[in-house]
């Protein structure tokens, strides 16, 4: 799918029940944001979201043509998008795939490598930037200073050790 409209939201993981509904493990923020959606996308196809719920950490859904045991286990490991014109995202907010690859910049201009991964952990989420060596950087204001995700730039202030 075109990573420029749609952004991967998670992965069936199992079947729940015998009425054609799946579990789904969310990759984006929470269960909850991906139960606002209407559509998701499975196999590039469009799928309406009938009903939800949110159950230890996962989504349980029903989508509209699965409506039995069967059709359910043929999805299970399959990923699963949304759109992002659908995400209604707040001011200054991003996806952390549309970072993925941006150019890491200090505060004076100096090249530090590319954005390669983010680990989300307990704390806080961790910048893995590589360049000419690696660096963990902690993804909070005081390191990272700003992140442009339209022209791929995250600036960065690192400090000895880092």
């Not at 991967?8 to 054609?20: I, L, M, Y």
């Not at 991906?34 to 998701?40: A, G, N, S």
């Not at 799928?47 to 029903?62: D, N, P, Q, T």
């Not at 907010?93 to 307990?122: K, M, R």
Request: net charge negative.
């Amino acid at each position: 799918m075109d990573k420029t409209k749609y952004v991967e939201a998670g992965e069936v993981v199992n079947t729940h029940g015998v009425r054609g509904e799946i579990k789904i493990l969310p990759w984006v923020d929470s269960p909850e944001f991906l139960q606002r959606f209407h559509t998701l996308y499975l196999d590039g196809a469009p799928r309406r979201l009938l009903r939800s719920r949110v159950h230890k950490g996962c989504l349980i859904a029903a989508l509209e043509g699965v409506e039995d045991l069967n059709a359910a286990m043929a999805l299970k490991g399959k990923r699963l998008w949304i759109a992002k014109a659908d995400a209604r995202l707040p001011e200054g907010s991003f996806f952390l795939a549309d970072i993925l690859g941006a150019q890491v910049v200090t505060e004076d201009g100096a090249p530090v490598g590319t954005l390669e991964d983010v680990l989300d952990l307990p704390g806080n989420r961790v910048y893995v930037v590589r360049g000419e060596s690696e660096h963990l950087i902690p993804a909070v204001p005081e390191f990272i200073l700003k992140t442009d995700p339209v022209h791929a730039l995250v600036t960065v202030r690192l400090i000895d050790g880092m």
